[in-house]
Every structure is written in C-alpha cells, then in structure tokens.
T-cell receptor, first 114, second 114 residues
Framework: ELKVEQNPLFLSMQEGKNYTIYCNYS?????LYWYRQDPGKSLESLFV?????AVKQEGRLMASLDTKARLSTLHITAAVHDLSATYFC??????????????FGTGTLLAVQP | DGGITQSPKYLFRKEGQNVTLSCEQN?????MYWYRQDPGQGLRLIYY???????QKGDIAEGYSVSREKKESFPLTVTSAQKNPTAFYLC?????????????FGSGTRLTVV
C-alpha cells in the first residue's frame, strides 16, 4: 500500500528565514505533485515533478525529487507572510490497472510570522 | 473557460438523510475523482471513474455511492450509512487516466451534519 508522509506537520517560521518541507513515499513512483491550500479553499497546483533529479522553482519555492530515495523536498527561501498556507505533496498510484490516482500526504501547515 | 464546478458550496444534512454533491467538468477529461478532507488532515480517495458507466472504490468508499452516466458529470451521494459525513469534499479530474499529468480540482463542498 502506498503511503505518503510529510514532515513537519506544522511549521512556524519568521519572515526572511529558509526552511524545507520533506515528503517521503513508500513505493516506486516517478511522479510527485505539490499543492497549496488556503483555509477553506481548494487546491492550487504548485509543481509537478516527473523524473529523478527534477528541480522546479517558482518565486520563493523550489521543489526537488529523488526517486531512488523516494523523497521530495519543498524549500522555502526568505519566507514572506503570503506563503502561509497548508502544503501537500501527492504521488500517483496505479489502482488495479493503468489508472493513476493521487495519494496525498497529511499536509504541512506553514505559518510565517512577521 | 474550462474547469470543474462543484455545488453546492455548503450543504447541511440531517441524521439519516441521503444527500448528493454535484461535480461537473467541461475539460473533456476522462477520469474523475472524489476526495474527502477532514480538518487538519490530508485528502482521502472515496471513488474514482476512468470512463463513462464505470467507477471504482477508493480507500474510504463505505457509506458513499457515485454514478458516471455522462463524461462531464460525477455526482457523489452521501448515504445514511456514512456515520461521520461532516467534512470538506473535493472533486477532481484528469485528462487521461493512465498518463501522468495535471489534476484539476473543484472548489469543494463543505458538508455538515445537523
């Protein structure tokens, strides 16, 4: 059974600081997704990582994928308050056939303090 | 503009009542999915559908039912057998079930038992 674990579950950080969120998954997958969710809202797609060694950056966020270690990281550089949200990683899983299903981690609640 | 529309945004259910959540997409996507999100937790897969007139159970299907009579529509019924239905429900779709790619999410329905 595919499991996806994130840590930390909660992260309080000061503006201007750097930090990393980790996402581990239990079975082979070459596709990893990062999403952002604001309170009471739907999911916003941030990154799709499709191969080992993939690195993508958007603004103060950078995501990477190591399929051999089954690990993805989301690095936050010089955090600002607007980054406060819950961040989810998710992995595709074949569900008894060719169909791929997104399996989500538990999420990391990020609170950026002034 | 193409997208996924979920309705209603808020729904209240009385004990023992069945309720149906609507999900419509005009993206011409083949696959559609229903997820449940409890406060402070990740998303769990309820049901998914690859093609019209076919659907499969996800990880937490008990107490729920779905239909896929049209490609555009994937309604979810929360039955009285679901003992703890209060949650945030998200519908999603993807372009082709067996390919990696973007998942598009609806804006969600918040269901509360009264």
């Amino acid at each position: 059974e595919l499991k996806v674990e994130q840590n930390p579950l909660f992260l309080s950080m000061q503006e201007g600081k750097n930090y990393t969120i980790y996402c581990n998954y239990s079975t082979t997958s070459d596709r990893l997704y990062w999403y952002r969710q604001d309170p009471g809202k739907s999911l916003e797609s941030l990154f799709v990582l499709l191969s080992n060694g993939a690195v993508k950056q958007e603004g103060r966020l950078m995501a990477s994928l190591d399929t051999k270690a089954r690990l993805s990281t989301l690095h936050i550089t010089a955090a600002v308050h607007d980054l406060s949200a819950t961040y989810f990683c998710a992995v595709d899983r074949a569900y008894g056939g060719a169909t791929n299903k997104l399996i989500f981690g538990t999420g990391t609640l990020l609170a950026v303090q002034p | 503009d193409g997208g996924i529309t979920q309705s209603p945004k808020y729904l209240f259910r009385k004990e023992g009542q069945n309720v149906t959540l609507s999900c419509e997409q005009n993206l011409n996507h083949d696959a559609m999915y229903w997820y449940r999100q409890d406060p402070g937790q990740g998303l769990r897969l309820i049901y998914y559908s690859q093609i019209v007139n076919d659907f499969q159970k996800g990880d937490i299907a008990e107490g729920y039912s779905v239909s896929r009579e049209k490609k555009e529509s994937f309604p979810l019924t929360v039955t009285s057998a679901q003992k703890n239905p209060t949650a945030f429900y998200l519908c999603a779709s993807s372009i082709w079930a067996s390919r990696p790619g973007d998942y598009t999410f609806g804006s969600g329905t918040r269901l509360t038992v009264v």
